[in-house]
């Protein structure tokens, strides 16, 4: 699907960036944020180096005030269990959860 396609249908595609819902069904906004990096694996998209610089930055933009978070990949500790044993997840993005706790994360990845 291209930018033309996206902008035609009603997608949202979140790469660092948010989107918000208002209705007057809800008692406010609900604010959306979505990030597609992870750290280092294989040589698979949107790999940044485990704890750099550069993906913390990428967490550091994510909302304060964020209802729900959508990641590729999940925090370290949270159902990021690899088969080989370990968590797998990104200690980053846990520091940057831990201190301003979304609603609700929803993330993929780990294929065990």
Request: some cysteine; proline content about 9%.
């Amino acid at each position: 699907m291209n930018e033309e396609n996206l902008s035609q249908s009603d997608v949202v595609y979140l790469e660092d960036n948010g989107f918000t819902i208002e209705s007057p069904e809800f008692s406010k906004p609900i604010k959306f944020w979505g990030s597609p990096w992870q750290p280092e694996f294989y040589d698979w998209a949107f790999n940044l180096p485990r704890q750099g610089e550069d993906l913390r930055e990428k967490w550091f933009w994510i909302p304060k005030d964020t209802d729900i978070l959508i990641t590729h990949g999940p925090a370290f500790g949270h159902c990021d269990e690899a088969p080989y044993g370990g968590h797998v997840g990104c200690e980053l993005l846990r520091e940057r959860i831990d201190e301003f706790p979304p609603k609700i994360h929803v993330f993929g990845h780990i294929h065990a």
